[in-house]
């Protein structure tokens, strides 16, 4: 198997990889960008070239292309091998393969929501009943393949778990089926959780089915409208967004996306040729939809209701947008109608008419107002507080400044203040989530970080250092744990390869550390590593004299004081050199 790594490694350059998702910048010997893992303004993601790995400051991911990828695109490992062997041109074997399809858990998932996926639509080609539902709201035979719809009643099981036994037959064990969310597991036996519901698959950006959305289809029912699957290890509602396995090419290409609230609204706009659109998935629109929105454009346009919940969901929409940097405007629609029945009704021509009507936020919070216009201003400019893009914040308060009348120098003195007080806020949270792993704390574990520095810098004297190193005076059990993959003789290449998450993290963090003056350390590098050692013995030898003088075992204290007195004579010399960070 590792071998297929350094193959696909030695062809993938991880900057041409990571340069098609973040726009990255040469900085030193790094590149620098914008994280895609965390929100932020300056960038703290760095991605070296020479080392082929990447690190992030701000919320310390880091690691090789399949850590990369791993993350980017939420895939278990395996899934991760056989994306970028297939980028890379290499064929994996049938071993693999195999492997890929029956490990995991992850896998079984995917294959159940498949399966069911298949099921439903089969089911849906011999219901009548399902077929002319679809027919009267309009949709084709094209559309309904496209979004792969389905239905959930079989004739050929008649119950409440037809589902579940086509599973079963099909050989999926009961661990995985409750897993997925399809079945429920209740006192009273086992049932489907959707039944007689129009289904809608989600897909994740892979076009793998995750999940599932069900309208019900007998409206005598006593039953909510829409269920959703619940969430799972492959199914997070929050991040996902309808449709957009479909609309991420035509997003890029029209260079905005349609945001509506619905799935029937998000087929139709595409029947129609908005082949941009997208739902959240039944719930108001979250940050993580946006965030994955944003990697193919950021700019949205917002069409909602023109009804009061309508208007309270553009508000928050509008809130998430300037919070992520996006560019928004809305598009109400006249009451009671939403982009199915408007599209039905007046066509695409005047759909794309109306479209011309969308509005900026700010038009938006004034029109909505109705007469307390200040109080529309000053909620207008905590969300411009919030947002990350100076240029966008600048236009939006000239904007402000042009449609409410009020001075532009004023309406900045008051987003100053706000900003000055949302400032020391976000600085407590931050100070929270800092307080984390000591590991990421350069100076407790100062000399030990050092070595493995050394060893990672200057990949050829990694075997000698970690030779003279018994892993055992290592402290720090993560630094310890590498010393001891290094000691085992693995390349550098291999090296990330078999380390754990946070073992990767400290050699990435390690690696791309631009406080580190090398020249200095290649210059010295025998006297610093001597240096470190002394420096590392030494604090174990306080901690046996102190343990030493508290139990009272005087002659143990006298042999140990003596030890130290000559380690420190010996390494006075070697510890001048200590100041290593450039200036
Ligand atoms: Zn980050």
Same mark, same amino acid.
């Given at each position: 198997?590792?071998?297929?790594?350094?193959?696909?490694?030695a062809r993938?350059?991880?900057?041409?990889?990571?340069?098609?998702?973040?726009?990255?910048?040469?900085?030193?010997?790094?590149?620098?960008?914008?994280?895609?893992?965390?929100?932020?303004?300056?960038?703290?993601?760095?991605v070296?070239?020479?080392?082929?790995?990447?690190?992030?400051?701000?919320?310390?991911k880091?690691?090789?292309?399949f850590?990369?990828?791993?993350?980017?695109e939420?895939?278990? =490992?395996?899934?991760?091998?056989?994306?970028l062997?297939?980028k890379?041109?290499i064929?994996?074997?049938? #071993?693999?393969?195999n492997l890929?399809?029956k490990?995991?858990?992850k896998? @079984?998932? =995917?294959?159940?929501?498949?399966e069911?996926?298949?099921?439903f639509?089969?089911n849906?080609?011999?219901?009548?009943?399902?077929?002319?539902?679809?027919?009267?709201?309009?949709?084709?035979?094209?559309t309904?393949?496209?979004?792969s719809?389905?239905?959930?009643k079989?004739?050929?099981y008649?119950?409440n778990d037809?589902?579940?036994n086509?599973?079963r037959?099909?050989g =999926?064990?009961t661990?995985?089926? #409750?897993a997925s969310?399809?079945?429920n597991?209740?006192?009273?036996?086992t049932?489907?959780f959707?039944?007689?519901?129009?289904m809608?698959?989600?897909?994740?950006?892979?076009?793998?089915a995750?999940a599932?959305?069900g309208?019900?289809?007998?409206?005598?029912?006593?039953?909510?409208?829409?269920?959703?699957?619940?969430?799972?290890?492959?199914?997070k509602?929050?991040? $996902?967004?309808?449709?957009?396995?479909?609309?991420?090419?035509?997003i890029?290409q029209?260079?905005? &996306?349609?945001?509506v609230e619905?799935?029937?609204?998000?087929i139709?706009?595409?029947?129609?040729?908005?082949?941009?659109?997208v739902a959240?998935?039944?719930t108001?629109?979250t940050?993580?939809?946006l965030?994955?929105? %944003?990697?193919?454009?950021?700019?949205?346009?917002?069409v909602?209701d023109?009804? &009061?919940?309508?208007? &309270?969901?553009?508000?928050? $929409?509008?809130?998430?947008?300037?919070?992520e940097?996006?560019i928004?405007? /809305?598009?109400l629609?006249? #009451?009671?109608?939403d982009p199915?029945?408007?599209l039905?009704?007046?066509?695409?021509?005047?759909?794309? %008419?109306?479209?011309?009507?969308?509005?900026?936020p700010?038009?938006?919070?004034?029109?909505?107002?109705?007469r307390? #216009?200040l109080?529309?201003?000053?909620y207008?400019?905590q969300i411009?507080?919030t947002?990350?893009?100076?240029?966008?914040?600048?236009?939006?308060?000239?904007?402000?400044?042009?449609?409410?009348?009020?001075?532009?120098?004023?309406?900045?003195?008051?987003l100053?203040?706000?900003?000055?007080?949302?400032?020391?806020r976000?600085?407590?949270?931050?100070?929270?989530?800092?307080?984390?792993?000591?590991i990421l704390?350069?100076c407790?574990?100062?000399?030990?970080?050092?070595?493995?520095?050394i060893a990672?810098? =200057?990949?050829d004297?990694?075997?000698?250092?970690? @030779?003279k190193?018994?892993p055992? /005076?290592?402290?720090?059990?993560?630094?310890?744990?590498?010393?001891?993959?290094?000691?085992?003789g693995?390349?550098?290449?291999?090296?990330?390869s078999?380390?754990?998450?946070?073992?990767?993290?400290?050699?990435?963090?390690?690696?791309?550390?631009? +406080?580190?003056?090398?020249e200095?350390?290649e210059?010295n590098?025998?006297?610093?590593?001597?240096?470190c050692?002394?420096a590392?013995?030494?604090?174990?030898?306080e901690r046996?004299i102190?343990s030493?003088?508290?139990?009272g075992?005087v002659?143990l204290l006298n042999?140990?004081l003596? +030890?130290?007195?000559?380690?420190?004579?010996k390494?006075?010399?070697l510890?001048?050199?200590g100041?290593?960070?450039?200036?």
């Open positions: 198997m590792n071998s297929i790594v350094e193959d696909i490694k993938i350059d991880i900057i041409d990889l990571i340069a098609e998702h973040v726009e990255l910048k040469r900085a030193g010997q790094n590149y620098k960008g914008l994280c895609p893992f965390h929100s932020e303004k300056t960038p703290s993601f760095m070296n070239p020479s080392k082929q790995i990447f690190h992030c400051f701000g919320c310390h880091g690691g090789d292309i850590a990369f990828v791993m993350n980017y939420n895939m278990t =490992f395996h899934e991760a091998l056989s994306y062997s297939q890379a041109g064929k994996l074997e049938n #071993k693999s393969r890929e399809v490990s995991g858990f896998e @079984n998932l =995917f294959a159940i929501q498949k069911a996926l298949i099921f639509q089969n849906l080609k011999i219901s009548k009943q399902a077929i002319s539902y679809l027919n009267e709201r309009g949709l084709n035979s094209e309904i393949e496209k979004f719809i389905g239905y959930t079989n004739a050929k008649d119950g037809a589902l579940f086509h599973l037959v099909k =999926f064990a661990e995985h089926i #409750k969310g399809l079945v597991f209740g006192e009273h036996g049932y489907d959707f039944r007689d519901r129009l809608f698959p989600i897909f994740d950006l892979q076009g793998r995750i599932f959305g309208r019900i289809l007998s409206s005598s029912k006593n039953a909510p409208k829409y269920i959703n699957s619940p969430d799972s290890i492959i199914f509602k929050g991040e $996902s967004s309808y449709g957009l396995n479909i609309a991420k090419n035509s890029t029209k260079g905005y &996306s349609i945001i619905g799935y029937l609204d998000v139709s706009c595409h029947q129609y040729g908005f082949t941009n659109a959240p998935l039944g108001a629109l940050p993580g939809q965030k994955r929105l %944003k990697r193919f454009s950021s700019k949205v346009l917002l909602f023109g009804d &009061s919940a309508g208007i &309270s969901a553009t508000k928050r $929409s509008i809130e998430l947008c300037y919070a940097g996006m928004v405007k /809305i598009l629609l006249p #009451k009671g109608e199915d029945t408007f039905r009704k007046h066509g695409e021509e005047n759909f794309r %008419k109306y479209m011309g009507r969308a509005i900026s700010v038009e938006f919070l004034l029109k909505v107002s109705g307390s #216009k109080d529309a201003v000053r207008m400019l411009i507080a947002c990350p893009d100076s240029l966008q914040r600048d236009e939006t308060i000239r904007e402000l400044s042009d449609r409410s009348k009020i001075n532009e120098l004023t309406l900045r003195e008051e100053n203040a706000i900003k000055k007080n949302q400032g020391s976000a600085k407590i949270q931050e100070r929270g989530r800092n307080q984390k792993s000591d704390n350069p407790i574990y100062r000399e030990e970080q050092m070595l493995l520095t990672l810098s =200057f990949p004297r990694a075997a000698p250092i970690a @030779n190193i018994d055992m /005076i290592i402290e720090d059990p993560v630094i310890r744990g590498i010393f001891e993959k290094i000691k085992k693995l390349s550098m290449e291999k090296l990330l078999v380390c754990d998450e946070e073992e990767q993290r400290l050699i990435t963090m390690l690696s791309i550390n631009t +406080e580190i003056d090398e200095y350390v210059a590098v025998e006297e610093i590593t001597e240096g050692l002394k590392i013995a030494l604090r174990k030898l046996q102190k030493a003088g508290e139990a075992d002659k042999s140990l003596f +030890e130290k007195k000559s380690l420190s004579q390494s006075k010399l510890l001048k050199g100041n290593l960070a450039k200036n």
